[in-house]
């Protein structure tokens, strides 16, 4: 299962974006969901992630500029991004993590193919 993201693209400093990523229908209300980053020469790391439950977290440089959030109805989940810095600048990646009823990891996570996000000074 190929996750689909979007809404990537150049945007100045200071700027926003919004992220979209069409998830798979199957127990996506059950799953938990994130977005992850991967900056040039850099290794993947957790952006935010939003729980079954609603409960959200998020990485230290991007608290109070970032908001995940999720539309069950549609199997969608989205990444507000706002008040960029070029240090966001990164290929982002979105996760999905099926759960069992006792709150495990079912199966291997899908991942969407990425989407480029560029912040210039």
């Known amino acids: 299962v190929q996750l689909q993201a979007s809404g990537g693209g150049l945007v100045q400093s200071g700027g926003s974006l919004r992220l979209s990523c069409a998830a798979s229908?199957?127990?996506?209300?059950?799953?938990?969901l994130a977005w992850y980053r991967q900056p040039p020469g850099k290794e993947r790391e957790l952006v935010a992630i939003?729980?079954?439950?609603?409960?959200?977290n998020y990485a230290d440089s991007v608290k109070g500029r970032f908001t995940i959030s999720r539309d069950n109805a549609n199997n969608t989940v989205y990444l507000q991004m706002n008040s960029l810095k070029p240090e966001d600048t990164a290929v982002y990646y979105c996760?999905?993590?099926?759960?069992?009823?006792?709150?495990?990891?079912?199966?291997?996570?899908?991942w969407g193919k990425g989407t480029q996000v560029t912040v210039s000074s």
């Open positions: 996760k999905q993590q099926r759960l069992t009823a006792w709150g495990t990891p079912d199966g291997m996570p899908y």
């Open positions: 229908a199957v127990m996506f209300s059950v799953s938990n």
């Open positions: 939003i729980r079954s439950s609603g409960r959200t």
